[in-house]
T-cell receptor, first 110, second 112 residues
Framework: RKEVEQDPGPFNVPEGATVAFNCTYS??????FFWYRQDCRKEPKLLMS???SGNEDGRFTAQLNRASQYISLLIRDSKLSDSATYLC???????????FGTGTRLLVSP | EADIYQTPRYLVIGTGKKITLECSQT?????MYWYQQDPGMELHLIHY???????EKGDLSSESTVSRIRTEHFPLTLESARPSHTSQYLC???????????FGNGTRLTVT
């Protein structure tokens, strides 16, 4: 089992839709969690840090469920510009390293 | 906005050439990383450093080498480029191991 797993998608949604991605992690001792956004052929950019139970930033909400070992990203009122790959990143306390998921691709259509 | 810079942005080079990809950050971060990513594929950690004179190999075996003589500078060198080295190379840094990574804008390498 991979340390961090994401549904690769793609998720095809119309503009204005609400979409949610899940990311599961295997190390129960993980402390820090992040969502990154990566556009095609560009570098990943930090979207949100998730340090406690979750947080919200405009149309984006991240939640952490420690009992089930997953974090989620909810995007409300999807825009065309939200089309990208969303990467889940988890801090592996045991190995002291950040572990990237393979990413979930989102396509928002008019 | 993160202050981490990579040069060159694009590089096309012939087989057998020696190349150095530059990465510099002005944030005073001790921890720096090199990732390799093919189009549409996942990121692979190839090298990292937790401070000056500290370098380690990452999860993916790479024929490249790195050095960390100064805190702000983490260059990656390929002694003899091959077509299999064609990829995007991303440099990143963070303040602590579990804090967010800041990425440079990448070097897209093509070896012909």
């Amino acid at each position: 089992r991979k340390e961090v797993e994401q549904d690769p998608g793609p998720f095809n949604v119309p503009e204005g839709a609400t979409v949610a991605f899940n990311c599961t992690y295997s190390n129960s001792a993980s402390q820090s969690f992040f969502w990154y956004r990566q556009d095609c052929r560009k570098e990943p950019k930090l979207l949100m840090s998730v340090y406690s139970s979750g947080n919200e930033d405009g149309r984006f909400t991240a939640q952490l469920n420690r009992a089930s070992q997953y974090i989620s990203l909810l995007i409300r009122d999807s825009k065309l510009s939200d089309s990208a790959t969303y990467l889940c990143v988890v801090w592996n306390t045991g190995f002291q390293k950040l572990v990237f998921g393979t990413g979930t691709r989102l396509l928002v259509s008019p | 906005e993160a202050d981490i810079y990579q040069t060159p942005r694009y590089l096309v080079i012939g087989t057998g050439k020696k190349i150095t990809l530059e990465c510099s950050q002005t944030m005073g971060h001790d921890k720096m990383y090199w990732y390799q990513q093919d189009p549409g594929m996942e990121l692979h950690l190839i090298h990292y450093s937790y401070g000056v004179n500290s370098t380690e190999k990452g999860d993916l075996s790479s024929e490249s080498t790195v050095s960390r003589i100064r805190t702000e500078h983490f260059p990656l060198t390929l002694e003899s480029a091959r077509p299999s080295h064609t990829s995007q190379y991303l440099c990143a840094s963070n303040r602590d191991g579990n804090s967010p990574l800041h990425f440079g804008n990448g070097t897209r390498l093509t070896v012909t």
